[in-house]
């Protein structure tokens, strides 16, 4: 009985640790920090389509992209080219820093429109910002791999 069970949580540990595998470590950690960012856009969009009151967790969600946005470059770590980061990121530092520093104002425009609680004002914000996400998307990230 014992046996089964060590058996049943050593398979379940190799499972786990294959699937953070999948990618190079700096990029499943840069992949799930997007996604964090892309959860607070969809909470705030939600607000903006009128499907959702604006409220202090709004406000949060901004912030979140705002503090999340700051820290993008220390995601890119030289040679951690793994997944959809494209090498240019490295050979073009200072264009990606550029593209980055547009979110960073971006985010903090989104951060001020989101404490007006005004959907109008919070949907011009976000667009603003969704703009820089795909302006970097464009140039510094590859297709998905198949
Ligand atoms: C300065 C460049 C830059 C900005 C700005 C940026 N991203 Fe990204 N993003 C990337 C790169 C590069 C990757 C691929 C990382 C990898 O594969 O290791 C990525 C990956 C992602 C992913 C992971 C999913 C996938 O398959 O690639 C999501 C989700 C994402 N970004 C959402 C956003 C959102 C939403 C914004 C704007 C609020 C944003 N990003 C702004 C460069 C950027």
């Known amino acids: ?26 990029s499943d950690k840069r992949v799930a920090s997007m996604k964090e ?4 856009m969809k909470a705030i969009s939600d607000v903006a389509k009128g499907n959702a ?24 770590p030289e040679g951690s080219g793994e997944y959809r980061a494209k090498a240019n990121i490295w050979t073009d530092w200072a264009g990606f820093k550029a593209a980055n520093d547009k979110l960073v ?6 951060v001020a429109a989101t404490k007006t609680m005004d959907s109008a ?3 011009a914000a976000l667009g ?9 998307h464009e140039t510094y990230r590859g297709p998905k791999p198949s």
């Not at 640790?17 to 999948?22: C, D, P």
């Not at 992209?65 to 700051?70: E, G, P, Q, R």
């Open 1 to 26: 009985m014992k046996k089964i069970i060590l058996a049943g949580i050593a398979a379940t540990v190799f499972a786990g640790a294959a699937m953070a595998g999948a990618h190079g470590s700096m």
């Open 37 to 40: 960012i892309g959860g607070a």
């Open 53 to 76: 009151e604006a409220s202090d967790a709004t406000v949060a969600a901004a912030m979140k992209i705002n503090t999340l946005a700051k820290q993008v470059p220390s995601w890119f």
């Open 105 to 110: 104002a971006a985010s903090a425009d989104l």
């Open 121 to 123: 004002q919070i949907g």
């Open 128 to 136: 603003a910002t969704g703009k820089t996400c795909g302006g970097c």
